[in-house]
């Protein structure tokens, strides 16, 4: 019996699986027209969310950050994330002239008294991937980070958050696209939507391939309970039933 012949076995590998996008098909495939493509976040109606845009604008005037709604060649990414009460995190990972770079800045007093009238300066370190730039860039498109929907344009999605949380905006501007989409409090959600998993595996590889310390969300591997330790665990309750519990 004739041995299966070697360059055909080469080409079943090379050819036959799924071929990896590269970072510019990716990039191409957020708007295939000729007509530039505006997205921003919408509210609980399903409409422009004025209230978001105005604080939006805000925090770019605290800082001194240069609007990409008009775009940007090649293109930049900006991922902004928080708790309540702690700090803001910046993330801005541009490409232009063929080059990678991101900017990491930790905002710390962005609500105190005068803030709005003298800005906020960036204390900014420019670090390097850990893995490099090909293979952290490849992670972050799989991920979805350039088309992932608005959290309230999931199809079924309706999760009530509290007011005070965790959450994250992503900016993304190409030549020929700007989006701004959002999260609140994904960890609520992730077990329903993948959107939101995709999110957190997002924040949590640019925390760790960028080295930053951060106190959200927390590394995967301390998700789960250890051994030995209890963790406070919460139940909503409704008013009507608060008289029926027991000290």
């Given amino acids: 019996m004739k041995s299966f012949p070697v360059y055909m076995i080469l080409s079943v590998l090379l050819f036959g699986c799924k071929q990896r996008k590269n970072a510019a098909e990716y990039i191409r495939e957020l708007n295939t027209s000729d007509t530039f493509r505006y997205e921003f976040t919408v509210n609980e109606n399903g409409e422009f969310d004025s209230t978001e845009y105005f604080f939006k604008k805000r925090f770019e005037d605290f800082i001194k950050l240069p609007s990409l709604e008009k775009g940007f060649d090649s293109i930049q990414l900006r991922i902004a994330y928080s708790c309540a ?104 959600y992730s077990h329903k939507f993948w959107q939101a998993r995709n999110v957190l595996s997002i924040l949590r590889l640019i925390n760790e391939e960028l080295s930053i310390k951060t106190n959200w969300p927390s590394p995967k591997k301390n998700d789960k309970e250890e051994p030995g330790v209890k963790h406070i665990k919460i139940d909503e309750i409704p008013l009507k039933d608060i008289d029926s519990i027991k000290d």
């Avoid at 801005?92 to 002239?97: C, D, G, K, T, V």
């Avoid at 930790?106 to 670090?127: E, Q």
């Avoid at 929907?149 to 994250?168: L, M």
């Fill in 85 to 188: 009460m702690g700090n803001d995190m910046l993330v801005i990972i541009s490409n232009a002239n063929n080059k990678w770079i991101a900017e990491v800045s930790k905002l710390n007093d962005y609500f105190s008294d005068g803030a709005d009238k003298r800005g906020i300066p960036r204390n900014s370190l420019f670090p390097t991937p850990k893995s490099g730039w090909k293979k952290f860039i490849a992670r972050l498109f799989e991920l979805k980070i350039l088309s992932l929907e608005d959290n309230q344009r999931i199809p079924g999605f309706f999760y009530p958050t509290p007011s005070d949380g965790c959450g994250v905006h992503i900016e993304v501007a190409t030549k020929n696209t700007y989006r701004f989409y959002r999260y609140d409090n994904p960890d609520m």
